[in-house]
């Protein structure tokens, strides 16, 4: 009796510090998923034209052109990462990205290795977010505490 007294003498305090860290924990994965995302979008920037050409050699994106291939993407990594950031649509921004990853993944088949590790890394932490929510520190915490309430 006296060993589960001591373990829960241990466990509460630090459970509750586990607890008051999960907000950076939140924003932590929202801001390194905005940045590989982000970067990516402008690197596309630098020269349109080989992004145009690379989306007609080497991404073969079901049901579009390469072009508005080239245009949807390029917009999807340089808009959605911002909202991910501030926690705005949070939820919409991490499932646009969730699908933009999975059509990367599907589009460029000969992606391997680490690189698909990496696509599967941010699948992952993006389902964190979409399923968890953006947490305490976004604009849509904000948003939900005053209209609905303390949650």
Excluded: C
Aim: proline share 5%; aromatic share 10%; glycine share 10%.
């Amino acid at each position: 009796m006296a060993t589960i007294k001591t373990i829960k003498t241990i466990a509460k305090p630090a459970i509750k510090l586990l607890e008051t860290l999960r907000p950076l924990l939140d924003l932590g994965i929202r801001l390194y998923i905005a940045n590989v995302f982000f970067f990516s979008g402008l690197l596309k920037t630098d020269s349109w034209w080989k992004t145009v050409s690379q989306f007609e050699r080497d991404f073969q994106v079901p049901l579009l052109s390469p072009e508005v291939a080239a245009y949807l993407g390029t917009g999807a990594e340089l808009i959605l990462p911002i909202f991910l950031v501030i926690g705005l649509g949070g939820r919409a921004a991490a499932a646009g990205l969730f699908v933009f990853n999975a059509v990367a993944v599907i589009s460029f088949p000969e992606l391997a290795g680490t690189g698909l590790a990496l696509h599967q890394l941010w699948g992952l932490l993006l389902l964190v977010t979409l399923i968890h929510g953006p947490g305490k520190l976004s604009i849509d915490h904000f948003i939900r505490r005053k209209n609905m309430g303390a949650a």
